[in-house]
């Protein structure tokens, strides 16, 4: 049904004409009073309609402007932290195929479907929300990518494996900053923000796997898979030189100073 058929414009002043098929029932008539009082106060413009983009009218439609319209309502930035800041504005430029990055984005603002943001949708019963990877602690976003045993494991095998010293950290947010801010230049930054990356790509698919797939890993064959992916995307996705995989295994911080 049009607008046109609901009403008419008399000496320029758009009418109401609604009608109904039957009479109202008394619980009705509040409910046609709220009605009246919201369209009362709507224009009628006599000019064609068109659709509009509110977060931006003069330019239209855009992925950036979606993305700046949802981190807006998501995390203002008047509430947003150096950590966050420093997050936010890196994952993106993050030399990993773009689901990736898109994965990090939902972690960071805690929209991964985990156990207990199921259960809070509705989706799932709340006393069923024990971790997959270790079946100790509800399953969070911070306790699956970081407080859990198995996950804790992974963690620190890969750092020693980089080379670096960092402690866990309190969220995923703070442990992306934390070890992408070991790199002392912009390059290898580069190459430990694909690490990153692909370290919560890879434990994301292995609890997927358990969960669907009934199928379980070891910490050895995380942190194989995290070895190989990460140097897939380092070769293919930069340009900072080349590397075997063997070298990128016996020694990634060498590879990332070529």
Not at 68 to 76: K, T
Not at 129 to 150: D, I, V
């Amino acid at each position: 049904m049009l607008v046109s058929e609901v009403g008419t414009r008399s000496n320029g002043t758009w009418r109401w004409g609604l009608l109904w098929q039957r009479n109202f029932f008394v619980w009705e008539e509040d409910l046609f009073l709220q009605l009246e009082d919201v369209i009362t106060n709507v224009v009628i413009m006599e000019s064609e309609d068109r659709w509009v983009w509110s977060p931006n009218v003069d330019e239209g439609f855009s992925v950036k402007s979606l993305y700046l319209a949802l981190g807006e309502m998501l995390l203002p930035h008047n509430n947003i932290t150096s950590s966050q800041s420093f997050a936010f504005k890196n994952m993106w430029k993050s030399a990993v195929p773009y689901k990736v990055c898109a994965l990090a984005w939902q972690l960071f603002l805690d929209r991964i479907p985990t156990k207990v943001n199921l259960a809070r949708r509705g989706i799932r019963r709340v006393e069923d929300t024990r971790c997959s990877l270790c079946g100790e602690l509800a399953e969070t976003s911070c306790h699956l990518f970081l407080h859990c045993r198995f996950v804790a494991a992974v963690w620190y095998a890969v750092i020693k494996w980089l080379g670096v010293v960092v402690v866990l950290p309190a969220d995923p947010i703070m442990s992306y900053g934390i070890l992408v801010g070991c790199g002392g230049n912009k390059k290898i930054r580069k190459s430990l923000s694909i690490v990153w990356m692909d370290f919560v790509w890879v434990l994301w698919r292995v609890r997927n796997d358990r969960v669907f797939n009934n199928v379980d890993g070891s910490v050895e064959d995380v942190i194989e898979r995290i070895q190989r992916i990460s140097w897939q995307w380092y070769l293919h996705k930069t340009t900072m030189g080349s590397s075997l995989l063997y070298e990128w295994i016996w020694d990634p911080g060498d590879c990332m100073h070529r």
